[in-house]
């Protein structure tokens, strides 16, 4: 996702925030996932509509 050359991790929660849902990010380094790196991305982020399950396809 960073485009550095090293795996990131995306974790959805198709549930969260009253079902409208959210996508967490976190980056990678070399010795594994980044911890300090997250990024949150609400519903409100990308702009969907309300009850989207943003995140669900990765949930799953």
Do not use: F, Q
């Amino acid at each position: 996702m960073t485009g550095d050359g090293t795996p990131d991790l995306a974790l959805g929660a198709d549930g969260e925030n009253a079902g409208d849902g959210t996508v967490l990010t976190l980056s990678g380094g070399p010795g594994g996932v980044v911890t300090e790196s997250g990024a949150y991305c609400g519903p409100t982020a990308p702009a969907a509509s309300a009850a989207a399950g943003i995140g669900g396809v990765l949930a799953k």
